[in-house]
């Protein structure tokens, strides 16, 4: 059976070779997978992970007219109160009116646990259905009913025959994966099982009949717009600017743009096979959707790392332009680009020749920045991503043949980053979301590896990403100052240690 057909997602653990636990150079990660020995790496200490449940949150509060429906103890929806704010300054960004984020809670009791919470679910889908009348019902499987056993598949199943809404179920309890990046194949799944991505006669449009003298004129029409257009897919680190950017990029080629997933509607979803070519910006973030359009639509997708930097951005846009026949095109334009780019980044660049700078975050990025920032005259001494699969293997080819001697660390666990800044003392750490705080606290300053509020992508991202490192290396003040004043919460012995010492066979 094929996963497409299977009521609940495979986690990536069981489609993918995968690791989170690794130390090395790229050369060597590259040979570990092709071996077999990433799978039989693990840990014998664990400081935190990521819960998948998080992630597929943030993409389920931006679609419009939709509504979450909790199946977890009360706790699990907390964070969506933090993601409504987020979620609206997404949609003011895009010219979206602000919209409340409805959802609801089963509110999971200790009775619930030991007798089963199917009844409240059921009861739960009927109330949201009558009381919102939303477009879509996103119904989110946790870890508890996981844990007992609820069937949710089949309450979602059964809810369909009597709602009016679009029921989607979302199966992501964290306990299932080691890694995070399986909550974008569960969001990815429920959508691709339960929402329609062609247009429905009667609703999206009025069929022609052949005899009218009209047919052939609206369908060479229709057939021009569809080899014209492609669809772009985004993630919830991807901010309004990077969309922006590479629209701006695309529609130079004479491409017109739809984005999804997140941020659309019923109807926008209807559309998604109305294209000609699928484009993803993070290898780890969309194959599942994309393979499935391919096989379902027979629609060809371009998987192909992230457009960051002078060199990416080039590949990047002279891969979508050969689907076109636009090659000279695409070479002219980013021959413009650079041109303009290199000129805006000239000013900062003195400063940055030679610092010394750890890059941590998504195994995409964090591989695709190194390369960037080396060319500039940067010395990129470590290279920490959070997991490791075979999508982002391209990504690190390129990054053995680039920059081989670089140490390449698969890891999401805190304490190896602080040990890491620790020890190698690098001038700048290049870092993800939540994690500044931490790295403040050794006296170094750092950016952002993302922003969605910022653009990191193309040629305008490029020289943001320069103002910011130029900002921050010049202002070090408060953090040479912070960790005069802050004691860190490891024994003696761990600091003489080998920063991965935890990682076993």
């Keep these: 059976m094929s996963y497409y057909e299977q009521r609940i997602p495979p986690v990536r653990d069981q489609r993918l070779q995968l690791a989170d636990s690794f130390s090395g150079s790229a050369g060597e990660l590259l040979d570990c997978q092709r071996e077999g020995c990433l799978m039989r790496k693990s840990r014998s200490f664990w400081q935190a992970n990521a819960c998948q449940m998080s992630l597929t949150l943030m993409m389920a509060a931006t ?87 609820d069937d949710v598949a089949e309450v979602v199943e059964r809810a369909k025959s009597t709602a009016a809404a679009k029921i989607v179920g979302l199966h992501c309890p964290g306990f299932k994966s080691r890694v995070v990046a399986s909550a974008y194949d569960a969001f990815y799944h429920g959508l691709l099982r339960d929402i329609p991505f062609e247009p429905e006669a009667w609703k999206d449009y009025v069929p022609l009949d052949q005899a009218d003298p009209r047919y052939e004129m609206e369908q060479a029409r229709e057939n021009y717009q569809k080899a014209h257009t492609v669809n772009l897919w985004n993630a919830t680190s991807i901010g309004y600017q990077d969309e922006d950017e590479i629209k701006r990029l695309l529609a130079a080629l004479g491409l017109d743009t739809r984005i999804f997933a997140e941020y659309a509607s019923l109807d926008e979803f209807r559309q998604i096979s109305r294209a000609a070519l699928n484009i993803s910006m993070c290898n780890v973030h969309d194959d599942y959707m994309l393979k499935f359009l391919e096989e379902k639509y027979g629609m060809p997708y371009y998987i192909a790392g992230m457009p960051i930097g002078f060199s990416e951005t080039r590949r990047w846009l002279g891969g979508i332009a050969a689907r076109f026949g636009l090659e000279k095109e695409a070479a002219r334009l980013a021959d413009h680009e650079e041109k303009l780019a290199a000129a805006a980044i000239k000013p900062y660049l003195p400063a940055l020749q030679g610092k010394r700078v750890l890059i941590s975050g998504g195994v995409v990025r964090a591989g695709t920045e190194a390369a960037a920032l080396a060319e500039l005259g940067m010395e990129i001494i470590g290279v920490k991503a959070y997991h490791y699969d075979e999508n982002a293997r391209p990504i690190f080819e390129e990054l053995a043949a680039k920059l081989p001697e670089v140490h390449v660390s698969v890891s999401n666990q805190a304490f190896e980053l602080t040990h890491q800044i620790k020890t190698l003392k690098p001038d700048l750490v290049v870092t993800h979301n939540g ?53 860190q919460p490891y024994k003696d012995w761990y600091w003489s240690a080998d920063t991965y010492t935890f990682i076993k066979e």
């Design 63 to 149: 679609v419009a007219g939709s509504v979450i429906v909790m199946h977890a103890p009360g706790g699990c929806g907390a964070q969506l109160l933090a993601i409504n704010v987020q979620s609206n300054k997404g949609r003011a960004q895009r010219g979206q009116p602000p919209a409340p984020l409805n959802w609801i809670s089963t509110d999971l009791s200790e009775a619930d646990v030991i007798g089963g919470g199917e009844r409240k679910l059921e009861a739960a889908i009927a109330y949201a259905d009558r009381e919102f009348r939303p477009e879509i019902i996103f119904v989110v499987s946790t870890c508890a009913p996981n844990i007992i056993g």
């Design 435 to 487: 994690t500044h705080g931490l790295v403040a606290k050794l006296g170094v300053p750092s950016v952002q590896l993302f922003s969605a509020d910022g653009a990191f992508f193309g040629y305008g991202g490029f020289y943001q990403i320069m103002r910011k490192i130029h900002f921050a290396l010049g202002n070090v003040n408060y953090q040479e100052r912070l960790a005069g004043h802050v004691r």
